[in-house]
């Protein structure tokens, strides 16, 4: 389990772009479960859509490349303090399957697919009880920040 608290050390993002609310469950270069509660008061629901509020698909696959990020930053015992950054780097096979919405507890998963020299591939999903959100695969790099 990582609080809110302990997540800041592992992401250099922080509010409004810090979308990781918890870690629930982290097995070391392999596979990582957290979740981000989607709240109504958050900045982007004022135009997106004011009356129908959705959260964007592009914010959801952020979060899941945050935890990715974290699941990376915590494998290889690096911080960004260290000087290194974990950047999105590509997006493949993505498929939205149903609207995140204000009230939702959005449960992010990302599975280690490949991890060569500074390049990961995940496989991610984001899900709402159970009910599969986003799927895909995310790439990042490491970079020396």
Same mark, same amino acid.
């Given at each position: 389990m990582?609080d809110?608290?302990?997540?800041?050390? @592992?992401?250099?993002?922080? @509010?409004?772009?810090?979308?990781?609310? +918890?870690?629930?469950?982290?097995?070391?270069?392999d596979? %990582?479960?957290? @979740?981000?509660?989607v709240? @109504?008061?958050?900045?982007?629901?004022?135009g997106?859509?004011p009356?129908?509020?959705?959260?964007?698909?592009?914010?959801?696959?952020? /979060?899941? &490349?945050?935890?990715?990020?974290i699941l990376?930053?915590r494998?290889?015992?690096?911080?960004?303090?260290?000087?290194y950054?974990?950047l999105?780097?590509?997006?493949?096979?993505?498929?939205?399957?149903r609207?995140?919405v204000?009230?939702? =507890? $959005?449960? $992010?998963?990302?599975?280690v %697919?490949t +991890?060569?020299r500074?390049?990961?591939?995940?496989?991610? =999903? &984001?899900?709402?009880?159970?009910?599969l959100?986003i799927?895909?695969?995310?790439?990042?790099? %490491?970079v020396? /920040?």
């Amino acid at each position: 389990m990582m609080d809110i608290l302990e997540i800041q050390k @592992y992401l250099p993002h922080r @509010y409004p772009m810090l979308l990781v609310d +918890r870690v629930e469950e982290l097995v070391l270069d392999d596979s %990582i479960r957290a @979740y981000k509660n989607v709240t @109504y008061n958050e900045e982007l629901f004022q135009g997106h859509f004011p009356n129908a509020p959705i959260l964007p698909g592009v914010v959801i696959i952020e /979060a899941l &490349a945050q935890a990715s990020g974290i699941l990376g930053f915590r494998t290889m015992d690096q911080t960004p303090d260290d000087g290194y950054l974990y950047l999105f780097a590509g997006i493949d096979n993505v498929r939205f399957k149903r609207k995140v919405v204000p009230g939702d =507890k $959005l449960t $992010l998963e990302s599975k280690v %697919i490949t +991890r060569k020299r500074h390049i990961w591939k995940f496989d991610v =999903k &984001a899900s709402v009880d159970g009910d599969l959100a986003i799927s895909g695969m995310l790439t990042c790099a %490491i970079v020396e /920040a």
